[in-house]
Each structure stands twice: as C-alpha cells, then as structure tokens.
C-alpha cells in the first residue's frame, strides 16, 4: 500500500508531485505529505522543505498552495496506515533528527524494532510511530561513518549510503531519499514493492505505479527487486543488489496512461459498474465472433498439448479476485471436469497443500500487485522448482487487468481482463472481467480434453454472447430499484447473503460490498448452511438476501430462504421476476438465463444494493475507510 513519488528536472517539482500522488491515490489516502529541495547556491546544502496533511490529499494541496514548497526535486508519498495512526506525525516524509536527509517508503520494514533499538541505544530520538522512521536515521548514521572515512558530500556518497542502509532492512519495500547536501539528487531503491521511473525531456519522475506518470512521459524503466538507482538532472544511474551497475533499455508504456474522470456519475463505482455491459461486448467480441470455429472456441495463449497436460488446478487471490476465482473452479470442475481448489493467497505461502503433479496454478489479482498473492505465486514456483521431476515443474497463468504489473512481469502467461482502470476502491468492472476470464478457460479446457460435447459448449458460449444485453438492461433498471430498496434499508446493522452452488461466490462477493463501502456488518453464507448457525441470528432486524436462479438448486436455495422468512427476516430475491414473487418481501429481479452464466447478472444488484445504500449514508464509496486499492503489504 502507499504510493510513492519522486522528482527531479527543470520544472518545480511540488505540483508534478501532487499531480502524481493524485494518480495514486487509490493506494492509500489517510493521509500524504512531501520535501522539496531548493538548490541555494554552489556549495551550500539545500534547502529542505517539508509538508504533511492528515486525511486525502487535497489538504496537502491546500497546504502547499498556502505554504509554498520550492525546488526542482522532491518526494511525495500517500499513506495507507500500516505503523502507527494516519496522524500528521506518522505521515511521509520521515527525516533525520537534524531535517538533513528525508526518506518515502512504501512496503513495511520488519525489522524496525530491533533497527529502531539500535540507533535509540546511539542517542536517536524517535518522533513517529512508523517502521519508516528507521530509514532516515540509518542513512544519517552512514553518511556520517562515509564522511568519517574521507567521502565526500556528493551523490556517489547518497547512493552508498543507502547502498549500504538496505542490506540492513527486511521485508518489502520501495523508498526515495533525498538529502540537503545533494540538492540535485535523489536515490530510490525496491525490493518487492513496486517501483517505475519514467523518463521525460530533461527530467525524471520515478514511483509506485504507472499512473502517475500519466501526461509526463511513456519511456520507462521498471526497477526489479534489490535495484537501487541514484537520479540526477545528467540520467540514472542503477544498481542490482551487489552494487553492479545494470544497463537496461527503457520500455514504452503501452495504454498505461489515464487521468481520472467520473463523466456525469456521482461517484467511480457507479460508472464503473454501468460500463459492464460494454465491458461483457468487447469480451464476447474478442472471444465469441460469429462463425466461431468449434475448435478453438476462445482465444487463449496456449497449445492444446498445455490443456492436456493438466490434472489439476489451484487458483490463489485474495478479497473479490477470490470470489471470482471460485465461480471459476465451479466452472472448471462442473463444466470442465477438472479438480480445481482455491486458496486465500495469505494462507497459501505459509500453508500449501503438499506437491501434486501436473498442476496449473492460477493466481487472480486485478491489480497485478497484491504482495500475499505475488509471494503465494513465488514460493510455489520456487518449490516447484527445486523439485527434479518434470510432472512437477511450474505451470503459471495470471489473470489480472494490469499487463505492466508485477504479476506481468512474474509470470510469462498472462490472461488480460480488459476491464479498464477501475478506480473505485470497491472492485466491481474488474470482476466481472475476472468472471469472463473463468469462462474463456473452462470453455477451453472443456473444449480441448473433450469433457463436454460440441452442443454443449456450442450452447455455453451462444449463453454467453446474450450476456452483454442482459447486463445492459439490468443496470439501467436495477439502478432506482436498487436505490429504492437501498433507502428502505440504509440503517440496518446486518445483512445476510444466501447463494449455493455457482452463486454462493456471488452471495460472499455481496456481503464483501456492502461491508467495504457502506460498513454494515454482512455475511454470505452457502444457502444450505443456514441452519448450522447462522440462522440464530435472523430476527424481524436483520434482511437476507437470496439468490435464486432456476437449475439444480433453485428448489433448495427457495425452501432455505422460507426457513429465513419463518424466522422473520426480511426477504429480498434476486431471482427472475415470476419465480419468486411469492417467497420474497422485495425483487431485485434478473432475467431467467442458464445458472451456468447467471453470476455474471446476479452479481450486478449486489453492486447496485451496496453502492446506494453507501450513497445514501453520505459515505466516501470510491475511497472508503481503512481500504486501499492495491494491496502491496503482506
Ligand atoms: C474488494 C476489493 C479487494 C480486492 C483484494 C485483492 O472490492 O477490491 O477485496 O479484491 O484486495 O486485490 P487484487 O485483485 O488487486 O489482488
């Protein structure tokens, strides 16, 4: 989490560092700060200007704009709290004791305590709660012991020190240092975290996330774990782990490139959700044109022998992705006949399931930068690797909406959700396109192993192509229906979600909504599941939601929702318009398709149920408390 910017040219850095750190807000916005450095004349230190603001970035804008913050370098940081509260005190940049060398970081450094011992043993006053803290004081510490040995103050000497400072830090992290003594140089290092320089005319821009380099250049050079490069008005200089120096062409960025704009909705979230139908059309124009050779039914990157070699799957994500990774592994397994398991990625690394042969392994990350499916997806391909056995070798598919991403450039094969940049905090567009990715697998692994016949898949993807339609028709209607029933519960303390089978992600996907952007207490539950626990919790007080979608579980999920309704709850059917009239107190109704398909419609009311109730509360639904949009700390 957190974003991270720096800066270093001919223009004043403040403001392309607040148009950065704008671009990255959605990784972080508890709080945000800056240090610029003007250069004062030859041979005098510069001078060092530092402002932080509590809460989202416009007040360190306020603050700059009243305040000023002069120089032609500069770091620039947005938080997402992870030591110490979002205070003014724990907000980036942290500095030295004496303001001399000021330090962003994103990650979290493990190691801080005993680091923190260490240097509060040598006389070191500590004024923050951060694990960042550390960073300045450490480069202090060796600049002064460099300068002791005859170095002089020079970049050379910056870049040694840090050189030197993250041999001593453990855990994940991406960090910019400045230093008054180097008025026109900043050192940035990675290791794990996410780090880009951008190349512009004269001038170079270096932070967390593509996006930020938005209107400022297309050449880039993306930083690999254990780099560190020092940044000068002359070029860049980079660095491996050993201290080598690296030369790398830089790469162009391709489509990476985005200013954020709501069009005429009042908020991310809800045009996010009302651009999925298009976002289904693409894809099924992409997937499923007409006159479709029954051969190869969806266009993916791999041979038919890759199908074949399979005996099984394992898909690892985290939050949504993880909800669409398992309608993924019912589609896999029900439709595709292969055994599929899905794992919360954090419990993956530190919990695998013994080795099997012959296993895809899958990790879902709209991002592209979760670190606990990142390392889940490393240390299985190091364990697979250190096996001899060819039936063991790593088989690695990433399904993400960002193809410059971490997880792009971990793994070679790479299925593109084409969803967009999704801004809204709350993943909804994403998921969908994380959801048409599952089929376009299933589809070809029942299509190449020959599990399902030719009609059968024929008719899956003719299913499929209504879909966009569907979609259409539903956020146009759903929107006020939604926003009527959302009123009627907008101050309710719990909510339940009942789906089974293909929708019980969906009914999880629900509850996860409306908890993230609206802060109701809510669960999802596998319908069936009701009445081992849960149901104790039902009263006149609490709604639940069903999904109901007609095939071979419609009947149950229907008698486990009157069990709700015996009990008082408040019933609510997301369910087509004629089945379920007489069951539920409320329709959110969804056009009668096959159950196969249906999570790609019944997730839509879920969004729009959330998405209004926040509304109406008065919430921040596209940046909501505690959350962050990518989540780069373990
Ligand atoms: C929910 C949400 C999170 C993410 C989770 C994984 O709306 O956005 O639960 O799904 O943090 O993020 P990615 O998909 O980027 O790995």
Redesign the pocket.
Known sequence: MCGIVAVIGSREAAPLLLGGLRQLEYRGYDSAGLATLKILGNDQPGLLTCRKAKGKLVNLSSLVEEDGSPGHLGIGHTRWATHGKPEVHNAHPHTDSLSRVAVVQNGIIENYRSLKQELETDGVEFVSDTDTEVIPHLISRELRYLQEEGLSANEATLLKAVQRVIKQLKGAYALAVIWVDTPDAIVVARNQAPLVIGLGEGEFLCASDTPALAGFTKTILPMEDGEVALLTPLGIELYNHQGDRQQRTPSLLTGGEYFADKSNFRHFMLKEIHEQPDIAELWVARHLPAGLPEEAPVALPFDSSFYESIDQIQIL???????AALVGAYLLEQFAGIPTSVFY?SEFRYSPPPLAPNTLTIG???????A??LAALAMETQRRKANQDPAFAPRLLGI???TESS?ARQIPNILDTGAGIEI?????K??LG?LFAFYGLAINFAARRKSRSSQEILSLCNDLRSVPNHLRSLVDTHDELAEELAHIFAETQDVIFLGRGINYPIAL?GA??LK??SYIHAEGYPAGELKHGPIALLDQRVPVISIAVPGIVFDKVLSNSQEAKARDAQLIGVTPDLQGDEIFDSLLPIPEVSELISPLLTVVPMQLFSYHIAAHRGLDVDQPRN?????TVE
């Open positions: 994500a985290c939050g949504t992705s993880r909800h990625a879902v990350t709209q991002s592209g930068e979760t606990d499916t993400t909406n960002r997880l809204g905090v709350a993943a909804t994403t998921f994380q996907e996860l909504k993230e952007i959350l962050a949009k990518s989540v």
